[in-house]
């Protein structure tokens, strides 16, 4: 029976059990595991959970290297940000010692950090980074909106050879889903089809999946149907799926909470004028942050986001919009 | 560790092999630039100058010890014993080299001897090398891990972080910061805090509460000494140590940077091309190091004249057969180059 889970535990049970079935799984970070009263302290011992001053080269450097040595390092990082000023490592070292070296390593470790807060944090805690990451070849980015795809993608990520960035949005922290049985696991590189709909697809990742939902449910009780796919992983990115909805619908919305120019949804509208051009019955049209750091104000920080209300409208323009080829 | 007085024949004329077969290779490569031009591409950079300090450090390796160098990266390989001939085919951009063409200079490569990978970006290798000392500590393994990196490495926040956290969790590693005087073009007393005061730069192994000296880094024996100390430290569960190898860089930073068709070269040092300073590169050429153990070793009968010249001439037809077997390597296949982004 699959049981409700939070989204932050169902991280942790990944976590918790992948580090018992591996023993080569270690963990640490910034303010975390401080007493002795620390579950994964109580269960792994210090050697493998550790606490770390706030050092995020150190931290990231550490991790490449214990990775190349045979352990499975997950870093807790707390808010993608903090990646920012160890970005040399996230980068430029991770993915590409594995190539440099002609294949003769790997690289398996695992970057965890929340990120896309929306709750008054501000310009400097609030921001979507995955599109500086998506495009680096040799890392791979988890980016889960449920318990179920946060716990499935948390142990692939762990048992990926690869230096994988795993992204949990704030906002869904303490959302209950409900969690299938046993080892769940989620490939990467697989999209999920979140609600199935006929007249429009709505891609979306993390937090804005929520927000989609909402607005396809409202856009049901108008009679359209809209269809949400969540590509999961931003790298490596599903096109497939969401080629193949867009076969079916003629009609593509794109919402991601990032600014237009350094959203994952441009890119995906990138693949899907040369990939699914031809099926196409309207412009593809992107729900995006506005072009602005995010404000604190909540009156201002409402207007700057996408929204449930700014997706409905999305939906309806491409519904009312025809291609020039059409 | 043994003492450097203790060594052996056979180990000091291991040692002195070891000097000269980098010095060699680096010659080798630099004239490459003027006999080949183009089968050497981007930046690369040379260790001569360099040969006491990482002969004498590796001297004190047991025989897993991990070795991360910077991207100056060709001698330490050489000891390790990666074929020479592979270090050279990577330089020249062929299939046959360690890396099998994807590194070049900057990012060699060869973890089946111990030498996991260099990073071509300042410093940032203190921070892998931390973590290769890191799981050796997890798996207690025994190992310690060689960190090697230069004095502008040692501005950097990772050298910094890594210093701390290696304190925090006594990793089993010696960070030997090699001060060859020049951070790239920059004289050293130029933007060291420490240096600028009169002091080592060992002393910045006093923030972190860790043991820290100054080493003269053109005497293979004291590097030996110094760097046994730090390993032994390392190894009983102590901690990392932090040694500072003095000795002079004396090719230039690396060939010129120049923009294709341009050919590009090996130019005079910067202490002569940037601040006209030409006595004190040739006090630095006086003091070369090889010369300073080679007249130890004759000096004190270890060698004869007849010996030396004897290893020098092996040296040097192994470092000819080097270039022959480089150059005749074939390219690689254009299609690989998609190969390696994921494990």
């Known amino acids: ?326 | 560790m043994q003492a450097a007085s203790q060594l052996p024949r056979e180990r000091l004329t291991w040692m002195y092999t070891q000097m000269l077969r980098i010095r060699e290779f680096e010659e080798r490569v630099k004239r490459t630039f003027v006999e080949h031009p183009g089968v050497i591409r981007g930046h690369a950079h040379l260790g001569d100058g360099a040969e006491a300090s990482i002969v004498g450090a590796l001297a004190t390796r047991g025989e897993s010890d991990p070795v991360m160098p910077s991207y100056r990266c060709h001698g330490y390989p050489l000891v390790l014993g990666t074929p020479a001939r592979a270090l050279m085919a990577e330089i020249y951009q062929r299939r046959d080299g360690v890396c099998k063409g994807f590194g070049g200079s900057m990012h060699l490569a060869d973890p089946a001897h111990h030498f996991p990978t260099a990073s071509g970006i300042i410093g940032q290798g203190i921070a892998h090398a931390a973590g290769v000392a890191y799981a050796a500590q997890v798996k207690k393994t025994g190992q310690v891990v060689y960190s090697f990196f230069g004095d502008g490495s040692s501005k950097q926040g990772a050298f910094h972080e890594t210093l701390n956290l290696a304190a925090v969790w006594k990793l089993p590693v010696v960070f030997i910061l090699e001060n060859n005087m020049y951070q790239a073009y920059t004289h050293y007393k130029l933007e060291d805090a420490n240096a600028i005061a009169g002091d080592p730069l060992s002393q910045k192994a006093k923030a972190y509460s860790i043991p820290g000296v100054t080493v003269d880094g053109t005497d293979v024996l004291k590097v030996y000494e110094e760097v046994g100390q730090a390993v032994d430290r390392a190894r009983s569960g102590q901690g990392p140590s932090l040694i500072e190898s003095r000795f002079y860089r004396l090719s230039p930073h690396g060939n010129a940077i120049t923009v294709p068709p341009v050919p590009t070269q090996f130019q005079e040092h910067e202490a002569i091309e940037v601040y006209g300073n030409k006595a004190e590169f040739e006090a630095a050429k006086k003091n070369d190091p090889i010369l300073k153990f080679r007249a130890q070793l004759t000096g004190n009968g270890t060698l004869s004249e007849a010996e030396a010249k004897k290893i020098e001439e092996g040296v040097r037809a192994e470092m000819d057969e080097v270039v022959k077997f480089a150059l005749a390597s074939p390219l690689p296949t254009p299609e690989d180059a998609i190969k390696y982004v994921y494990a």
């Open chain 1, 1 to 326: 029976m699959p049981r409700d889970m939070m989204f932050a535990e169902a991280i942790a049970v990944a976590i918790t059990e992948e580090m018992q079935r591996d023993p080569n799984v270690v963990f640490y970070g910034q303010n975390m595991a401080m007493t002795e009263r620390d579950p994964f302290v109580r269960k792994f011992g210090r050697d493998r959970v550790r606490i770390t001053p706030i050092s995020e080269t150190a931290e990231l450097g550490i991790a490449i290297g214990a990775a190349m040595s045979g352990l499975r390092p997950i870093v807790e990082l707390y808010m993608a940000e903090f990646m920012l000023v160890a970005f040399d490592e996230v980068i430029n070292e991770a993915p590409r010692l594995r190539y440099m070296s002609g294949g003769q390593v790997k690289v398996p470790c695992v970057f965890k950090a929340g990120f896309g807060f929306a709750a008054g944090w501000a310009g400097q805690h609030s921001n979507c980074t995955y599109h500086a990451m998506m495009g680096i070849p040799g890392l791979k980015i988890a980016v889960p909106s449920t318990s179920a795809d946060a716990m499935g993608l948390m142990r692939t990520a762990i048992r990926d050879d690869n230096p994988v960035v795993y992204l949990h949005h704030y906002m869904l922290t303490i959302d209950k889903s409900p969690v299938p049985d046993g080892e769940h696991i989620v490939p990467f590189g697989v999209a999920d089809i979140k609600r199935a709909g006929t007249d429009v697809t709505i891609v979306a990742t993390a937090w804005m999946v929520k927000k989609s939902l909402a607005a396809a449910e409202t856009l049901a009780k108008e009679g359209i149907s809209a269809e949400v796919i969540d590509p999961r992983t931003l790298a490596p990115l599903d096109i497939k799926t969401i080629v193949d909805s867009v076969k079916k619908t003629g009609r593509l919305v794109l919402v991601d909470q990032a600014p237009r120019h350094a959203s994952a949804s441009i890119v995906i509208a990138g693949e899907i004028a040369e990939q699914g051009f031809k099926y196409l019955k309207a412009p593809v049209k992107m729900v995006t942050a506005l072009d602005t750091s995010v404000p604190y104000s909540e009156a201002l920080e409402s207007y700057v986001l996408p929204s449930e209300q700014k997706i409905v409208d999305a939906v309806k323009a491409v519904l009312m919009m025809q291609t020039a080829a059409v």
